[in-house]
């Protein structure tokens, strides 16, 4: 079905900032047409940090403000591409990318970054794992780089030396020319201790912490039925609060974006 779907595709330089300069590869859609085309990786090699959580929150909300997101899927496990399996026809679409079931079907790396035309947002979704020169391959071209982070002592280490490994050996600049980066304080139960050693531990980085998600059971259930925390019909009053972080986020990585007209 992703292979079928190809055809009406457009590609996508390996840089979407290339695109937008107009520097991208042969057969990249003209310059000008792929200006605001911005493409955010989520990524941190420790697993279960939340890197598809955010990936697939973040594709469904911009499906619903009209950017039609692609979800690239660089996982082996293809959480992703299961949950967007299981994701009900008459909800605003998302463009699913496996890269590893493409790659086994043998389709180039050209043909693995195509996408429809009409997509503003491309998501990477990345496997555990990632360390050294494979963390550089990921982010190579990205605009933004959403970095998940638990409050544990353990992730708080992991975190740290990704976040290491991501600053010297990628590429990644922190200045106005390289990709944003931006960590997600994710599953924060508030006032514990653990919460406390990572607000310590973040405040140590120049990096922004760009949202603070709760630890509720409600991903959980959006995920269930693939669907993102903004699609579920109950609206406790937890829901509403990761809303509202979901909404900073996005307005963030929005002032991030060089999109000249927003839909
Ligand atoms: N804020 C949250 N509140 C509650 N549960 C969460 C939250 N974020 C993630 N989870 C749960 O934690 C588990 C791991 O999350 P997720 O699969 O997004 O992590 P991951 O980083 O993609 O893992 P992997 O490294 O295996 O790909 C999932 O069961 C998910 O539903
Ligand atoms: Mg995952």
Redesign the pocket.
């Known amino acids: 079905m992703l292979i079928a779907a190809m055809d009406q595709e457009t590609t996508i330089p390996k840089s979407s900032r290339d695109a937008a300069r107009g520097t991208g590869s042969a057969g990249s859609a003209p310059a000008g047409t792929r200006r605001d085309v911005q493409r955010i990786v989520v990524i941190n090699g420790k697993g279960g940090c939340g890197?598809?959580t955010v990936s697939t929150n973040l594709a469904v909300w911009y499906a619903h403000e009209g950017y039609a997101p692609a979800l690239f899927d660089h996982?082996p496990?293809t959480?992703s591409t299961r949950w967007l399996q299981g994701r009900p026809a008459d909800l605003p679409a998302i463009h699913g990318v496996s890269v590893q079931e493409r790659q086994s079907l043998g389709v180039t790396r050209s043909w693995q970054l195509r996408v429809p035309p009409e997509t503003r947002r491309i998501i990477d979704?990345t496997p555990a794992g990632l360390a050294g020169l494979d963390i550089a391959d990921h982010v190579q071209g990205a605009d933004i780089v959403l970095i998940p982070v638990l409050p544990s002592s353990i992730d708080i280490g992991a975190g740290a030396d990704f976040i290491r490994d991501l600053l010297l050996k990628s590429g990644i600049r922190r200045d106005r020319h390289g990709a944003r980066v931006g960590i997600i304080a994710n599953r924060i139960k508030e006032h514990t201790v653990a919460l406390q050693s990572l607000e310590r531990f973040l405040q140590s980085l120049r990096i922004p912490v760009v949202a603070r998600l709760r630890d509720t059971q409600s991903y959980l259930h959006a995920a269930e039925q693939g669907q993102g925390i903004n699609e579920l019909r109950t609206r406790s009053r937890a829901v509403e609060r990761e809303l509202r972080a979901w909404r900073s986020l996005v307005n963030w990585l929005d002032k991030e974006s060089d999109d000249p007209a927003r839909p």
């Open positions: 890197k598809t996982d496990q959480s979704d």
